[in-house]
């Protein structure tokens, strides 16, 4: 028997009048009827929150960021008197929002998030991807993203090497209704040309030597999941037409012959090359270029979004110490500065290896300064005293050429490694108490402002349990109010 599909409802104290019985038979139902929305179970497919007052509740707003994904249906009662324009603005304004009527009629499943100017991706969904969504251009990148989820129309990714496409693809995989199938990934450009049919659509027994028994072939591999086409710039011609074909046709057909097989994948390509170019010189169908560009995705360089790199810092400096079993480090704020202002042609791809060398490399501190950064500082200087320049990026389309990166500011000096956790003993003693409470604070006041205003996400920064982090909040005299959690990722 299949799983029905979970509808969880926030009645805001309201009466069900027994229709979550009703819907049963449609619906897995749980219901909320506090006075107050909960925040909904995670495997939930549908939330439906009753829509009575003028404004949405304040917790309800907060609990936007974790939610943001996921469909809402706002029940009105058949009775309630029609709300005025400016309630439906401010109840409209939560994101993938529809309206029905409370009634015997279950709501239907299969909604899907409303597209509108923001991105439907959750800032906890994001920070799991390995994205950050601050800047316009990963707005409408994360935006794009979730609309093709929806969908299996072709997807292809487009920009420098290292901006993130391969997580792009995978972010689609797993925010579609497909995620438990297969993800396939194909590096076209690392199979030989030779082999890359036989990779991609599989053999039949003696298609040519060494082929000893029937092979289904990436595509079969995928089948009802998504396969990810990496350098499809790169492929052959003869590759080429059987992918048109597998495009137009939705089957494939093995090596040697036998009858095509019919395949169900969503297909999404990447390339760091401009297609057009190809197609202009003959090298890559033009047919096949405009099946590809269905929803095309352009991903931008790290240095035209660096409003975002403190951000994916702290994120691969999270993941990177888990990854090493090292205790969470933190940056100075000293860092940021340095960070931001180098060009990274190597995206998104460099910073994180930076990060990693970083973390390995400065030993048991607890915080990474700018001398831990050394490395980035002194390539570029050489480059400027050489008369040279940094490391060229890979080839891209000329549209996806940025302005020159801002120049490398001088800033503060970088400070000394010393001693015991950056700090002396004085010669007149200290108060040892006072300082670790100094401390605690700095480095929670940091955490706070990393995942701004974020608690549970901040606590986790810290290794603590979120209980704990508010206590001591309250024993350091922080601020204990619950600040708005931000809706971006």
Not at 99 to 117: D, H, K, T
């Amino acid at each position: 028997m299949s799983q029905l599909p979970r509808l969880h409802w926030s009645t805001l104290g309201d009466d069900t009048g027994g229709l979550e019985h009703r819907w049963a038979g449609l619906w897995d139902v749980t219901v909320d009827r506090g006075a107050s929305p909960a925040l909904p179970p995670k495997d939930t497919d549908l939330w439906v929150v009753n829509a009575r007052g003028a404004w949405p509740p304040p917790e309800m707003i907060r609990m936007m960021a974790e939610v943001a994904a996921l469909p809402i249906l706002l029940g009105l009662k058949a009775d309630a008197p029609p709300m005025d324009p400016k309630a439906l603005t401010e109840w409209g304004a939560l994101g993938s929002v529809r309206w029905g009527i409370l009634g015997p009629e279950p709501p239907m499943p299969g909604l899907r998030p409303r597209s509108g100017n923001t991105t439907q991706l959750s800032a906890s969904q994001a920070l799991a991807f390995g994205l950050i969504g601050t800047s316009p251009a990963m707005q409408e990148v994360l935006a794009r993203a979730r609309a093709a989820s929806a969908t299996r129309a072709t997807v292809l990714l487009l920009g420098e090497s290292g901006t993130g496409k391969e997580v792009i693809a995978r972010a689609i995989h797993r925010m579609s209704a497909d995620a438990a199938e297969p993800f396939v990934a194909v590096h076209c450009g690392a199979i030989p040309e030779n082999l890359l049919e036989s990779e991609l659509f599989g053999y039949n027994k003696g298609a040519f030597t060494d082929a000893r028994k029937d092979t289904p072939g990436k595509f079969r591999e995928a089948q009802g999941g998504t396969i990810f086409l990496d350098e499809v710039g790169t492929m052959p011609l003869g590759a080429q037409v059987r992918l048109l074909r597998v495009l137009q046709e939705r089957e494939v057909q093995p090596l040697g012959g036998g009858a095509p097989v019919k395949v169900d994948v969503r297909v999404v390509t990447a390339s760091n090359v401009d297609l057009w170019s190809k197609v202009q010189d003959g090298s890559f169908r033009e047919d096949l270029f405009y099946r590809l560009e269905v929803v095309p995705i352009l991903m931008p360089p790290l240095r035209t979004r660096i409003e975002e790199i403190p951000f994916l810092a702290q994120h691969f400096l999270n993941r990177k110490a888990r990854e090493h079993g090292l205790y969470p480090k933190a940056l100075h704020p000293s860092v940021d500065p340095l960070l931001m202002a180098l060009p990274w042609p190597g995206n998104v791809r460099q910073l994180e290896n930076a990060i990693e060398r970083a973390i390995v490399l400065s030993g048991t501190r607890p915080v990474l300064t700018r001398e831990d950064f050394a490395f980035l500082a002194e390539r570029l200087g050489l480059a400027e005293r050489t008369g040279g320049s940094p490391p060229a990026p890979n080839v891209v389309p000329a549209a996806f050429v940025p302005p020159p990166p801002p120049a490398f500011p001088a800033g503060p000096p970088i400070p000394s490694p010393t001693p015991a956790f950056g700090l002396d003993l004085p010669a007149e003693g200290l108060d040892l108490n006072q300082v670790v409470s100094d401390m605690e604070k700095t480095l929670m006041l940091q955490s706070l402002a990393i995942t701004r205003g974020n608690k549970k996400r901040a606590a986790d920064l810290l290794g603590l349990k979120r209980t704990t982090f508010l206590e001591k909040m309250k024993r350091l005299d922080l601020e204990d109010g619950e600040p708005a959690e931000s809706a971006e990722a």
